[in-house]
């Protein structure tokens, strides 16, 4: 099967985390977990991940450092939460952070595959743009440095 992108999953909940590691393998996706924020963190700046799954109540993880942490490696990555602890204070602070999905568990796997699919599009589309961008600058230099009038030697 052709991976369709990574995710991380940061969850201090052992079940949960296997098991949505297992659904999003069966779906086509490239899985990672990390049961605490400290080691989510190391995670991410080992690898590059499409998206970020992460819990709000966990070990390690004050004022959503994992979320942050993340923005500072990676600031357009896609970010879902994932809470059995939903509050209007942590809703307020992943608006501010741009999270893709603010999800309340128990969720149904139909209820978050498609947020994780919009999530990785949407990561796949922003690294695919970028690309196109370094192809454009590199190009419009090239085309800089071909239009520069060359220096002439005279003889004398």
């Not at 992108?5 to 297992?22: M, W, Y």
């Amino acid at each position: 099967m052709v991976c369709i992108g990574s995710i991380l999953i940061v969850d201090d909940e052992e079940t949960f985390r296997e098991s949505t590691c297992r659904l999003l393998q069966r779906e086509g996706f490239a899985c990672y977990s990390a049961s605490d924020a400290k080691s989510g963190i190391e995670s991410l700046q080992a690898h590059r991940f499409d998206a970020l799954m992460t819990d709000i109540r966990m070990p390690h993880n004050p004022n959503l450092r994992v979320v942050q942490e993340a923005r500072k490696i990676d600031r357009g990555m896609p970010i879902i939460i994932v809470t059995g602890y939903p509050s209007t204070e942590t809703a307020i602070h992943s608006i501010e952070m741009s999270v893709a999905a603010y999800l309340i568990k128990p969720l149904d796997f139909e209820e978050l595959l498609p947020h994780v699919q919009a999530a990785v599009a949407s990561s796949r589309n922003r690294r695919a743009l970028s690309a196109v961008r370094e192809r454009l600058d590199m190009v419009l230099s090239d085309l800089a440095n071909a239009e520069s009038p060359r220096p002439t030697h005279e003889k004398g």
